[in-house]
């Protein structure tokens, strides 16, 4: 089984910066990596895959938030982080990571779908105010 650790969600202003963290551990003592992506959910709104992350350094993000997010894998630490800047009140959701065993990782036309995804975290709550 595999924890993922959520933090970083606060509440800012539109055009301010946030950077979430999401990090993964399996309680056995078995290497592994992962591929990590972000989603966001707003209440009554489905779920929104927009960024993903992986250790061989491969992103991809929803159109929605390309040019102004960054994913990052950080190898060491099986953690991924989501760098956002130029927020704005549209961002704000509740964020969630979810992330996958690396040999079953999802091709590039399904990375930023929920269903590829076996673990999730609790949560971390964005709110963006204008």
């Known amino acids: 089984q595999v924890q993922l650790v959520e933090s970083g969600g606060a509440s800012v202003e539109s055009g301010g910066s946030l950077r979430l963290s999401c990090s993964a551990s399996?309680?056995?003592?078995?290497?592994?990596?992962?591929?990590m992506a972000w989603f966001r959910q707003n209440l009554g709104k489905e779920r929104e895959g927009i960024a993903y992350g992986d250790s061989d350094g491969d992103t991809d993000y929803a159109e929605s938030v390309k040019g102004r997010f960054t994913a990052f894998y950080d190898t060491a630490n099986n953690t991924l982080y989501l760098q956002m800047n130029s927020l704005k009140p549209e961002d704000t959701a509740m964020y969630y990571c979810?992330?996958?065993?690396?040999?079953?990782?999802?091709?590039?036309?399904?990375?930023?779908?929920?269903?590829?995804?076996?673990?999730w975290g609790q949560g971390t709550q964005v709110s963006v105010s204008s």
């Open positions: 979810a992330a996958e065993d690396y040999d079953v990782c999802p091709g590039s036309h399904t990375r930023l779908r929920d269903y590829e995804y076996s673990y």
């Open positions: 399996r309680s056995t003592s078995r290497p592994s990596t992962y591929c």
